[in-house]
């Protein structure tokens, strides 16, 4: 069993020519929704407000959160303001105006913050988890691979309708041993977000899980995945026609075992990624899909 990439005979050539291909981010698959899972052990707003009454019945807490708040406003005036106040007298006015208020609504500072985060939990909480979940698929690659080679449909929609070609490399290459085998379900994988993921090899393990799973409409497509954080690959400095960084990895010249050319691969394309087969891959066999005249599937011939 071989690990094949679908693709365009232009970007087949590139690859080829380089030795390097492309891990893709997870925005720029072709299903944006697989990369948000339903997240567990994270914090519940019951838990949230555990936390909070906690620290605000803490004297020495809330006064200092709430002097550090005085500094950073403070801080913050423009500069023509803060010629007509120093610290201090800032610091008095803002709490003197700050006191009157509660005093008048008859409520504490404490109670103040927490009704207005109450009013804004319903929201907080799943953006929060939403924008963690972001910041680590924003930073992890992904490169999709099958061992769908007899599948009709793959050759239609990822190898430019046969006029393009499958690589097909071996997963038993250190640089391919490690893909992941995708388990299809209808269910979303679900991942734990306690302890929050420290670390960059953290962060992969969690977008490993995420990625393991998609949905059983796919799973004709047998597909296996490589996956790998972008500071660990070539950031190429260019960008695809959707706005997305290239980021590259360059893989083994032994690792590439086969090369078949799609049932309506131009011939001049054959001719010259032969040419270059032979010369980079020797060990590679090269093949062409032919027509089966009895049965409506795919059948190979050797070059």
């Not at 490399?169 to 420290?198: G, I, T």
């Amino acid at each position: 069993m071989l690990l094949y990439k679908f693709i365009s005979t232009q970007r087949a050539t590139t690859i080829l020519e380089s030795s390097a291909i492309r891990f893709t981010q997870l925005a720029a698959l072709n299903d944006p929704f697989e990369s948000f899972p339903p997240i567990g052990g994270f914090v519940t707003k019951d838990l949230a407000f555990q936390i909070f009454d906690s620290i605000i019945s803490e004297d020495n807490l809330l006064n200092a959160l709430i002097e550090q708040t005085y500094r950073i406003t403070y801080d913050n005036l423009p500069p023509e303001q803060k010629q007509l106040h120093d610290f201090q007298s800032y610091r008095s006015y803002v709490k003197a105006m700050l006191d009157a208020e509660l005093a008048y609504n008859g409520t504490s500072l404490s109670r103040v913050i927490r009704t207005s985060l109450e009013s804004k939990s319903d929201t907080f909480l799943p953006t929060m988890r939403h924008n963690i979940i972001t910041s680590i698929i924003n930073k992890i690659c992904v490169l999709s691979l099958s061992t769908a080679i007899s599948t009709s449909s793959m050759w239609t929609y990822y190898a430019d309708s046969h006029k393009g070609m499958a690589i097909g490399f071996d997963p038993a290459d250190p640089f391919f041993s490690k893909a992941l085998k995708v388990q299809y379900q209808n269910e979303r994988a679900h991942v734990d977000l306690f302890p929050l993921p420290d670390g960059e090899q953290d962060k992969l393990e969690l977008a490993k899980q995420i990625l393991a799973i998609k949905n059983t409409s796919c799973a004709q497509e047998e597909e296996y995945r490589l996956v790998n954080a972008t500071a660990m690959l070539q950031d190429t400095h260019t960008n695809d026609p959707d706005g997305f960084p290239v980021f590259l990895a360059t893989f083994p010249n032994q690792s590439v075992r086969e090369i078949i050319f799609g049932f309506n691969t131009p011939d001049k394309s054959k001719k010259y990624i032969s040419e270059l087969a032979t010369n980079k891959f020797p060990q590679a066999s090269l093949k062409e899909t032919i027509l089966d005249t009895q049965a409506l599937q795919i059948r190979f011939n050797a070059l």
